[in-house]
């Protein structure tokens, strides 16, 4: 495992450790190589320890066993902040602390997997951030991202993909894809594009008329 990154320009991609699943070294060591900035939960500081990662940013609640001070020497230099806010999740309170940075982009590991109800959160908090972070979810088997009304990227025949609503989309328009929505509508808990596929090597456009649509780049 990198022990520390490379690039330091707050324009590439930050990345925030969560506290979900860990993922598999070698992704996690891809991310790292390329993130000038990594941002740890409180609740996996430890985890993220054990793997010899240089942390940037150590951020939370801290919770009353919790003892941030010891990681000052350990991990120095560190910035510790603390985010008491209860109306929030660390991972948003991650967020926000980036977006005062004026970092334009994040990739995030770590937050899916384990509970349930961390994992639902995690993927659609990202909705609120639409226009403020571009915000890429990431684990073993999938990447996670927020579309913009419309979407085009080059793909290899047989990619797998699913459309995810958050609430109800309307006017989805695909094309190249095996299953195609023409002006289609999906609304989450009762139709969902999952499960779709790239039809041939070549440029996915989808785009939406109205909502929040998750593209899941997924691998078996």
Known sequence: MSSHHIVRDDQEPALIIANGAACQPELLG?????????????????????????????LGDFDADFDPEKYQTEQY??????????????????????????????NVVWATGKRADHTITNLTTITSYRDRLKIVLLDDHSKVFLLP???????????????????????????????PLQNDSLKLGYRTGSSNHVTHDGIVTIEHAEGDLLLMECFD
């Open 30 to 58: 891809q991310l790292l190589e390329w993130s000038p900035l990594v941002v740890v939960l409180d609740a996996a500081m430890e985890r993220v320890m054990e793997l010899d990662i240089k942390v940037d940013v150590l």
């Open 77 to 106: 230099p560190i910035d510790i902040i603390h985010a008491p806010d209860q109306n929030k999740t660390d991972l948003e309170k991650a967020f926000d602390y980036l977006i005062e940075r004026n970092i334009p982009a994040v």
């Open 149 to 179: 009304k419309k979407f085009e990227k080059w793909y290899t025949a047989n990619t797998s993909i699913s459309l995810i609503p958050i609430g109800q989309v309307t006017g989805i328009h695909s094309s190249n894809l095996f299953y």
